[in-house]
Nanobody
Framework: QVQLVESGGGLVQAGDSLTLSCAAS????????WGWFRRFPGKEREYIGS????????HYSDSMKGRFTISKDNARNTVYLQTSSLAPEDAAVYYC?????????????????WGLGTRVTVSS
């Protein structure tokens, strides 16, 4: 069973930066698109962006550009989400997902595997 495991969440101060990680249990993911999403209480998951493992092409939601950066580490089979200037309204559960097609997508249903999420709390 393939697993995605997010880590790096926690409590931070407003204005801080944070890097979240997503590690895959199998190397078969290395050919596909990895996405990052976040979910606010009572809301559906919101697309942040995604990265193509082969080549590293990235795609972002327009509202997320400039504050979030997605990168990868081939040797560690891990994808990262770097956040900057966090605000209380960024507090959410952050999820990574894997899409078994080599094109980006913001649709939840287009992703085949999901992690359990990592919670980010931002104090003002």
């Amino acid at each position: 069973q393939v697993q995605l495991v997010e880590s790096g969440g926690g409590l931070v101060q407003a204005g801080d930066s944070l890097t979240l990680s997503c590690a895959a249990s199998e190397r078969t993911f290395t050919s596909y698109f990895w996405g990052w999403f976040r979910r606010f209480p009572g809301k559906e998951r919101e697309y942040i962006g995604s990265i193509m493992w082969s080549g590293g092409n990235t795609h972002y939601s327009d509202s997320m550009k400039g504050r979030f950066t997605i990168s990868k580490d081939n040797a560690r089979n891990t994808v990262y989400l770097q956040t900057s200037s966090l605000a209380p309204e960024d507090a959410a559960v952050y999820y990574c997902a894997a899409r078994l097609v080599i094109t980006p997508s913001r649709a939840l249903s287009d992703y085949n595997y999901w992690g359990l999420g990592t919670r980010v709390t931002v104090s003002s």
